[in-house]
C-alpha cells in the first residue's frame, strides 16, 4: 500500500523535532561542562581571579548593547536585584568551584559537587520557604551525598590538595542556592534572560576586579592560551551554556532539559581525563553513578515539583 505525502508528512515532521531536541541537548551538555573544562585550562596561563574577571567582564559588555536595546526597561529596583544577586551568589559560585579546580581539585569532582544544587535548594528550601521535604526528597539527598564521598574518598589520596579546599565548591553552591530561594521570599521580578545575565556578569566582574587586583594586575595576558581560555568560556561556557538551556527549555519540558544537565559531571571526568590527564578511578565512577541517581529521584520524584522549579530558577539566575 502505498503511504500518501500528506499521511506520512507529520511523522517526518516529528521525527525531525525529536532529532531537533536531542541535538540541542547533547550541544547543551557539551557546553555545560565546557565550563569547568575550560576554566582547567585557562587556569594554566594566568591567576584564576584574572580570569574570571575577563570572562565576566567580557560577557557583560558584549550582551550591554542587547540588554539595553532589546527588552523592557532597565528600572532600578530590578536592577539592584541583579547587581546584589551577581555579586554575591554568581561571583562565590564561579569562584568557589573555579578556585577549587586551580587548587588541584579533580574537575569531574567539582563538577559533580556543583550539580548537587537541587539537593540543596531541596534541603534549604525547608527552612527558608516552610516546604517540607517528602520522603523521597529525603532518601534522593542522603543517597546524593553518598555518592559524593564515595567520589571523593579516592581522591583525597592523589595529589597534595588540602582537605578543606574539598569544601570550596560546596560553600559556592550552598551560597547560590542561599540567594536563589531569599530571591524567591522577596517580590517576583521578571527580566529576560539576556538582561539579567548582562547585569549578573558585570557585577560579579567588579568582585572579580578586587581580588584579582590584589594578586596584581588587571591587564590580560597577552599569549594565545589566556586568549583563548577567555573565549572558550565567553563562547561556549556563558553564551551556548545559557542560550542553548533556554532554547532547550523552549522546546522541552523543564524536567527533560534538568535531567539532561545530569550528563554534564561525567562528560567534565572524561574531559578531563584526556585533555588533563586527571584521575579517573572505579571509585569515583561508581560515586558519580550513585550521586546521580539521588539528584534524579529527588528532582524527578513526584512531589519533588518545587525543588525542581527552584533548580530551573537557579540555573537562570547563575
Do not use: N
Not at 184 to 193: D, F, L, Q, Y
Not at 207 to 233: D, M, N, Q, R
Amino acid at each position: 500500500m502505498r503511504v500518501s505525502p500528506k499521511a506520512s508528512s507529520p511523522i517526518a515532521s516529528r521525527a525531525s523535532a525529536v532529532f531537533l531536541l536531542v541535538f540541542l541537548e547533547a550541544a547543551l551538555v557539551v557546553c555545560w561542562s565546557a565550563g569547568f573544562v575550560g576554566v582547567r585550562y585557562a587556569s594554566d596561563h594566568a591567576p584564576i581571579f584574572l580570569i574570571l574577571f575577563w570572562r565576566s567582564l567580557v560577557s557583560g559588555l558584549l550582551l550591554l548593547p542587547f540588554a539595553l536595546a532589546i527588552g523592557p526597561r532597565l528600572r532600578w529596583r530590578e536592577v539592584r536585584g541583579q547587581i546584589l544577586f551577581g555579586a554575591l551568589a554568581m561571583s562565590a559560585y564561579l569562584g568557589a568551584f573555579s578556585l577549587a579546580i586551580d587548587r588541584g581539585v579533580p574537575t569531574g569532582l567539582v563538577a559533580l559537587i556543583t550539580d548537587m544544587l537541587p539537593l540543596i535548594v531541596a534541603l534549604l528550601s525547608w527552612p527558608i520557604l516552610g516546604q517540607a521535604l517528602t520522603a523521597r526528597q529525603w532518601i534522593g539527598s542522603a543517597v546524593g551525598i553518598a555518592g559524593v564521598l564515595v567520589a571523593s574518598a579516592s581522591t583525597l589520596d592523589i595529589g597534595a590538595v588540602s582537605s578543606w579546599i574539598y569544601a570550596l565548591p560546596v560553600l559556592g553552591t550552598l551560597s547560590l542556592a542561599l540567594a536563589t530561594l531569599l530571591q524567591k521570599r522577596g517580590p517576583a521580578v521578571s527580566m529576560p534572560m539576556h538582561q539579567a545575565l548582562c547585569i549578573q556578569c558585570l557585577a560579579a566582574a567588579a568582585v572579580f576586579a578586587a581580588f584579582a587586583g590584589h594578586e596584581g594586575s588587571l591587564a590580560p595576558v597577552l599569549e594565545p592560551g589566556f586568549v583563548g581560555g577567555i573565549l572558550w568560556l565567553v563562547v561556549l561556557a556563558t553564551f551556548g551554556g545559557w542560550g542553548l538551556y533556554d532554547l532547550a527549555l523552549r522546546r522541552s519540558s523543564p524536567t527533560r532539559v534538568t535531567a539532561v544537565l545530569y550528563l554534564s559531571p561525567p562528560v567534565v571526568t572524561i574531559w578531563a581525563w584526556l585533555m588533563f590527564d586527571e584521575p579517573l578511578t572505579w571509585t569515583m565512577a561508581a560515586g558519580l553513578l550513585v550521586s546521580l541517581l539521588g539528584i534524579v529521584i529527588v528532582a524527578k520524584g513526584g512531589e519533588a515539583g518545587p525543588a525542581e522549579r527552584d533548580r530551573r530558577a537557579a540555573v537562570e539566575r547563575a
